[in-house]
């Protein structure tokens, strides 16, 4: 298959981006602000506590951003933000796999009736591009090889188990209605101004601080890392030039053990392993998980180019000189993190 390039497509002119005050929305939405062909970007968000206007910074002071406050799941206000859009970028979500395990409903209403909202308006306005923003954990453990988008998906968690929902829902709507969607599913992303809640912001924010990191299990998890604007760079790409109808794997093949994480983090912030605890797993823990994202490297060129252990350098400076960034949010009352329990659904009952 010929590889095109973005250069190839359609302007872009309209994008709507949901939950673009995120973590990866907001690296998104600046990528997309630099863009010649975009004349109009709106930011869509509910602002959780996992959105923050301070992500989108200087970029909202920029003519061609319009920032909207409202839920995906407020049909009126989507059906009339829609409306003048070509193109829709849909990353709202909750996307934490522990509060999955004790907020379900929302979990369910936001990723997946969240998502059906959006797809109706955009089929109802003729948007000309929609882009559904997925997870490697959509698959499930992948104990040896790759999957490729043809693999059957078997989630585990329930967050996993809301964007596979989520997934063949916008799928749906592709193949039912002939609405134009791509999925991208990428693997776990990390960079500046990730919610101090996921791994690698968690274990720097607390080494940072003096304090001790704990390790699920054995350590012997595996993820694969892909840089923030190596997964913006694929979406763009998806965006611009993904076939409708299909789905996408973004990841870059940097496949590493928790324990193998843990040892460069604890090596950029200056600390030794008597700094990490081992706790018991969790209820649920996939093994592995592994893309196979040649497909999205043949028919888009998609190529990242993050080096893991330079750019997580960079990521560690970036938490280093912004504690103004992370610190409230280890603090906010109203979003406390869950206790992750080991053990069956007693123990879940118990909290
Ligand atoms: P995030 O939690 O940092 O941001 C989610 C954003 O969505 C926040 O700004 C939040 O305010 C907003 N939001 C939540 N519910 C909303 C609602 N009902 N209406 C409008 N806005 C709402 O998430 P992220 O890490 O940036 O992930 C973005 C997307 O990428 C998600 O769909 C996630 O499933 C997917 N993804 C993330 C990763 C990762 O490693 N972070 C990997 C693969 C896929």
């Given at each position: 298959?010929?590889?095109?390039?973005?250069?190839?497509?359609?302007?872009?002119?309209?994008?709507?981006?949901?939950?673009?005050?995120?973590?990866?929305?907001?690296?998104?939405?600046?990528?997309?602000?630099?863009?010649?062909?975009?004349?109009?970007?709106?930011?869509?968000?509910?602002?959780?506590?996992?959105?923050?206007?301070?992500?989108?910074?200087g970029a909202l002071d920029d003519p061609k951003l319009e920032f909207v406050h409202a839920s995906i799941l407020d049909q009126p206000v989507v059906d009339a933000v829609m409306g003048r859009h070509t193109a829709v970028v849909h990353f709202a979500a909750e996307s934490h796999v522990d509060r999955s395990f004790f907020h379900d409903a929302a979990f369910l209403s936001t990723n997946v009736l969240g998502t059906q909202v959006l797809l109706d308006a955009a089929l109802r306005h003729r948007v000309r591009r929609f882009?559904?923003?997925?997870?490697?954990?959509?698959?499930?453990?992948?104990?040896?090889?790759?999957?490729?988008?043809?693999?059957?998906?078997?989630?585990?968690?329930?967050?996993?188990?809301?964007?596979?929902?989520?997934?063949?829902?916008?799928?749906?709507?592709?193949?039912?209605?002939?609405?134009?969607?791509?999925?991208?599913?990428?693997?776990?992303?990390?960079?500046?101004?990730?919610?101090?809640?996921?791994?690698?912001?968690?274990?720097?924010?607390?080494?940072?601080?003096?304090?001790?990191?704990?390790?699920?299990?054995?350590?012997?998890?595996?993820?694969?890392?892909?840089?923030?604007?190596?997964?913006?760079?694929?979406?763009?790409?998806?965006?611009?030039?993904?076939?409708?109808?299909?789905?996408?794997?973004?990841?870059?093949?940097?496949?590493?053990?928790?324990?193998?994480?843990?040892?460069?983090?604890?090596?950029?912030?200056?600390?030794?392993?008597?700094?990490?605890?081992?706790?018991?797993?969790?209820?649920?823990?996939?093994?592995?998980?592994?893309?196979?994202?040649?497909?999205?490297?043949?028919?888009?060129?998609?190529?990242?180019?993050?080096?893991?252990?330079?750019?997580?350098?960079?990521?560690?400076?970036?938490?280093?000189?912004?504690?103004?960034?992370?610190?409230?949010?280890?603090?906010?009352?109203?979003?406390?993190?869950?206790?992750?329990?080991?053990?069956?659904?007693?123990?879940?009952?118990?909290?």
């Amino acid at each position: 298959m010929a590889t095109v390039t973005g250069a190839d497509a359609a302007p872009l002119q309209a994008v709507l981006v949901t939950g673009g005050a995120g973590f990866i929305g907001s690296h998104f939405v600046k990528r997309l602000l630099r863009c010649p062909d975009v004349a109009e970007v709106t930011v869509l968000d509910a602002l959780t506590y996992a959105g923050s206007l301070k992500n989108l910074g200087g970029a909202l002071d920029d003519p061609k951003l319009e920032f909207v406050h409202a839920s995906i799941l407020d049909q009126p206000v989507v059906d009339a933000v829609m409306g003048r859009h070509t193109a829709v970028v849909h990353f709202a979500a909750e996307s934490h796999v522990d509060r999955s395990f004790f907020h379900d409903a929302a979990f369910l209403s936001t990723n997946v009736l969240g998502t059906q909202v959006l797809l109706d308006a955009a089929l109802r306005h003729r948007v000309r591009r929609f882009v559904h923003v997925s997870t490697d954990e959509v698959y499930g453990p992948w104990l040896t090889g790759a999957a490729s988008e043809r693999d059957r998906l078997a989630p585990t968690v329930p967050y996993a188990a809301s964007k596979a929902a989520s997934d063949l829902v916008a799928l749906s709507y592709a193949r039912t209605y002939g609405a134009p969607v791509c999925v991208t599913r990428s693997s776990n992303n990390y960079g500046p101004a990730q919610h101090p809640e996921k791994i690698i912001p968690l274990f720097i924010t607390s080494l940072l601080k003096g304090q001790d990191v704990a390790l699920h299990g054995d350590g012997k998890h595996v993820r694969n890392w892909l840089h923030v604007q190596d997964n913006c760079a694929g979406i763009e790409l998806v965006l611009r030039a993904g076939r409708p109808g299909e789905i996408y794997n973004l990841s870059d093949g940097i496949d590493l053990t928790n324990n193998e994480l843990t040892r460069i983090l604890l090596q950029l912030c200056g600390a030794g392993w008597d700094r990490v605890r081992y706790v018991p797993d969790r209820t649920a823990n996939d093994l592995r998980y592994a893309m196979d994202c040649a497909k999205a490297r043949e028919e888009l060129g998609y190529r990242p180019t993050h080096d893991l252990e330079t750019a997580l350098a960079e990521t560690v400076e970036w938490y280093r000189s912004r504690p103004d960034r992370w610190a409230p949010a280890l603090r906010d009352p109203a979003a406390p993190l869950p206790r992750i329990l080991p053990g069956g659904p007693e123990q879940r009952e118990a909290i």
